[in-house]
T-cell receptor, first 115, second 114 residues
Framework: EAQVTQNPRYLITVTGKKLTVTCSQN?????MSWYRQDPGLGLRQIYY???????DKGDVPEGYKVSRKEKRNFPLILESPSPNQTSLYFC??????????????FGPGTRLTVL | KQEVTQIPAALSVPEGENLVLNCSFT??????LQWFRQDPGKGLTSLLL?????REQTSGRLNASLDKSSGRSTLYIAASQPGDSATYLC?????????????FGRGTSLIVHP
């Protein structure tokens, strides 16, 4: 089954404790991205990757890191989480960033709480 | 910078009504527009994708239209059911400001009551 998976689905942590949220897709997609969703602010893109070893900042990259060492995986790293990073996080992928046929597929989400 | 607006923000209707949800965008240079459904606390499920060269797409009781020149899309839901209750999001993708960042609307929260 074609899908985007994220782990963990729920995470409660404390300020300053480094964490990684994993994302994996099995569709051989080139383009992957991370979003955060907050009430009243909608979905905002954090980072995106056009292909292996190619990443770039989205609208709200501060406090986050990403890496793309393999095509299927795109982990999101919070090196020193803070309470304002409490949010619902989504990973998404599409075949490529451009082109009219490129449908975005979303993971199930990771609800992160930073105390 | 691309901006996407969805109207109305919330909608509550009785079962059986035909509905129209609106999405407008400011930059018409888009590759495509995608409609999603999101249940509370859940992920986004893709409903319909309209390429910039297309005028509409249909899937079951859903029909989405695109008027790129006027920067508008509508999602039509026929014979609404309680199971349609969810938030509906539209997103446009294009090359804007040197990046491919997709832009989402804030969504329309729909409640269909029996």
């Amino acid at each position: 089954e074609a899908q985007v998976t994220q782990n963990p689905r729920y995470l409660i942590t404390v300020t300053g404790k480094k964490l990684t949220v994993t994302c994996s897709q099995n569709m051989n997609h080139e383009y992957m991205s991370w979003y955060r969703q907050d009430p009243g602010l909608g979905l905002r893109q954090i980072y995106y990757s056009m292909n292996v070893e190619v990443t770039d900042k989205g609208d709200v990259p501060e406090g986050y890191k990403v890496s793309r060492k393999e095509k299927r995986n795109f982990p999101l790293i919070l090196e020193s989480p803070s309470p304002n990073q409490t949010s619902l996080y989504f990973c998404a992928s599409s075949l490529s960033p451009a082109g009219g046929y490129n449908e975005q597929f979303f993971g199930p989400g990771t609800r992160l709480t930073v105390l | 910078k691309q901006e996407v607006t969805q109207i109305p923000a919330a909608l509550s209707v009785p079962e059986g009504e035909n509905l129209v949800l609106n999405c407008s965008f400011t930059d018409s240079a888009i590759y495509n527009l995608q409609w999603f459904r999101q249940d509370p606390g859940k992920g986004l499920t893709s409903l319909l994708l309209i390429q910039s060269s297309q005028r509409e797409q249909t899937s079951g009781r859903l029909n989405a239209s695109l008027d790129k020149s006027s920067g508008r899309s509508t999602l039509y839901i026929a014979a609404s059911q309680p199971g349609d209750s969810a938030t509906y999001l539209c997103a446009v993708r294009g090359w804007a400001g040197g990046s491919y960042i997709p832009t989402f609307g804030r969504g329309t929260s729909l409640i269909v009551h029996p």
